[in-house]
Structure formats: structure tokens, C-alpha cells
């Protein structure tokens, strides 16, 4: 018998800074009635799917920005979309700003099943991009101001019949990032971002975004031997030209799906979970192969040693 989940991966369009919520909201609800009527049983969103992404701007006082982050999920704007998904018997997965009681502020993802139940919520380990402005930018990437970096970690939870774990953009491009989650049996593992082509620090890297998004990304699902669900949000948002091709990877590393466009689109694929015991318990079979008491510099240290 074959486990097969019908995932339907939401691309969405650039979201400008004068966009409501209530319109990105009516937005994911067209993409997830879209994939209701494809037959998906679970539908991914991007990394801070609800606005803009404000991390391009540097403000002084960081309180003035607050109204970029979720206090509550659902909160009352997004009620109608876990409203929605529960009446049509269909998952998501949803990247979104968080802004705690405590006030820590965190970039978010969490995933509600087929019942309305939120399962899981995975907090970004990996922050890329600088802490403090850079005027001379074209634009900033000031992530490292505006969110901390978990300590939770990669967690894998039981759900939509398989082995499900996140990650948030950057952290696709860490290798110990899918092998945490594959060390717990990862099956699936859902991914929004928001990639801009230009990369301030390399230019020459530019080119290179689309070969480096599907390198990473088709790399830890084959080594890993797990789905991977990749989800842009792309186009050109307040003049920075975001990367789409959005896609989704089976065990083999085979790109079964990928985006045409830079806009709201949805991609749909039939994903056996089996397919992924075709190499975890092959070539890949971690308990027989791995050898950790030669890795052990992976967690010993952050950056390279020379002696
Ligand atoms: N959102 C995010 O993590 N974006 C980064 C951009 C490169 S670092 C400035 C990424 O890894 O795609």
C-alpha cells in the first residue's frame, strides 16, 4: 500500500507594503480553494506570508514596526483562512512574524492539520543578512535585527499520515538543517522563502540564485531521503526582485514540480511517502553507514580551526 499525500505548493506574488492583511488573506484562501479543488490534502505558504518583507528596511526604534508581527495565531484577520481550510478538510503550512507575549520576536512557521489543529510551530534557526543598518545598501536585509535565532531547533512531528519537519529559507542552504530533521525520520520537509536575486555582499552570485535554490534543496531531500516542499514568495516587492521557482523535490533529489511564474501560483504533486524508504534504507540507511564518531567537529564548533 502506497501513502500517498497530495501537496499543493502556494507561491504567492510580491506583497507591497501598502497591501492589508485582509487582502494577502483573501489571496492564500483563493490558492487554498485552488488546491482543495486539485485534491490536495495539504497546501504550503511562504516565509512571512502575511506582509511584505519589512526586514528590507532598517527603522530606529523596532516597536515601530510591530505592526508587522502576530501577536496570536489565528489571530482575528486570519480566522477566515483556518476557517476556510477546515471546512474544506484541507492542511497548511503558514510563514508569519511573531511577536511574543515576552516580547521576543521570531520568524514562524506552523503547520494545522486537516482538523483545524495547529500541530506544529518551527521558529528560524538559521537568520542570515546583518544586525545593524547599512545605509550604502541598495536595500537592507536586516533579519538578524528583526528576529532572534530559535534554540528549538529542528523538530519532526507525526502528521498527514507521515514524518513532517520545517525549515525557513535560509536554513536550506545548512546541510545539518535536513540531517537533524532526517536523524527523526523525515519524511516531508516544508520550506518558505524569500530569496532576493541581488546578493549585496557577492554579486556574483546573482546568476546563481536558481542553480543554488534547486541545488540545496534537491541535495537535502537526496541525502536525506525525503520530500522537500520549497515555496517562494517572488516577484518584485518594493523594487527587489525576489526568486520564485518554487518546487517540490522528491527522495531522489527529481524536482517532481516547479514554478513558471513570479506570481501567485499553484503547484501540485502526488507524493508517496514511501518512495522515501528507497533510500533511507539503502544507500542512505543512517544506521548502518553513518559514522557520528567522526563528525563529532560538527557540533564542537561554530567556525573553521586551522590547527
Ligand atoms: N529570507 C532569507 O533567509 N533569505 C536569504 C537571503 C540571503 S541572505 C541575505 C536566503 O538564504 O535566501
Given at each position: 500500500?502506497?501513502r500517498i499525500v497530495t501537496i499543493g505548493?502556494a ?17 492564500l484562501?483563493?490558492?487554498l480553494?485552488?488546491a482543495h479543488?486539485?485534491g490536495c490534502d495539504l497546501v504550503v505558504f ?27 495565531m489565528p489571530?482575528?484577520?486570519t480566522a477566515?483562512l483556518f476557517d476556510e481550510a477546515k471546512r474544506l478538510g484541507i492542511g497548511f503550512c503558514l510563514g508569519y ?11 514562524t512557521q506552523i503547520l494545522v492539520e486537516k482538523d483545524g489543529s495547529v500541530v506544529a510551530k518551527y ?32 523538530g519532526v512531528w507525526n502528521a498527514f499520515g507521515s514524518r513532517v519537519g520545517m ?19 523525515v519524511e516531508l520537509i516544508l ?36 520530500w522537500?516542499v ?41 507524493c508517496?511517502m ?34
Open positions: 500500500m502506497t505548493a507561491q504567492l506574488g510580491p506583497i507591497q507594503r501598502e497591501h492589508t492583511r485582509e487582502q494577502v488573506v483573501t489571496r484562501i483563493s490558492l480553494r485552488q479543488s486539485a511562504p516565509e512571512l506570508a502575511l506582509t511584505t518583507f519589512f526586514p528590507r528596511w532598517f527603522v530606529e526604534d523596532i516597536s515601530d514596526t510591530d505592526h508587522y508581527y502576530e501577536t496570536q489571530s482575528p484577520v477566515p512574524a511573531e511577536l511574543t507575549q515576552d516580547g521576543e520576536r521570531f520568524n521558529r528560524k534557526v538559521h537568520i542570515p543578512g546583518h544586525e545593524e543598518n547599512e545605509p550604502d545598501r541598495a536595500f537592507q536585509h536586516a533579519e538578524r535585527y528583526y528576529f532572534t535565532p530559535s534554540n528549538e531547533g529542528f525549515m525557513i529559507c535560509n536554513d536550506r542552504r545548512w546541510p545539518e538543517s535536513y540531517r537533524v530533521m532526517g536523524l527523526q525520520g520550506c518558505g522563502y524569500n530569496t532576493p536575486i541581488h546578493y549585496i555582499p557577492d554579486p556574483s552570485q546573482d546568476i546563481l540564485q536558481g542553480f543554488h535554490n534547486a541545488l540545496v534543496m534537491q541535495s537535502g531531500a537526496y541525502q536525506n531521503g525525503t522537500v520549497g515555496v517562494a514568495k517572488a516577484g518584485v516587492e518594493e523594487g527587489v526582485d525576489s526568486l520564485g521557482q518554487s518546487m517540490i523535490v522528491a527522495p531522489s533529489g527529481q524536482i517532481v514540480a516547479q514554478a513558471l511564474t513570479t506570481d501567485d501560483e499553484l503547484l501540485v504533486a502526488r508517496d514511501d518512495w522515501c524508504q528507497k533510500y533511507t534504507k539503502t544507500l542512505f540507511d543512517f544506521d548502518r553507514y553513518r559514522r557520528p564518531e567522526v563528525y563529532t567537529r560538527i557540533t564542537a564548533q561554530r567556525g573553521v580551526e586551522l590547527d
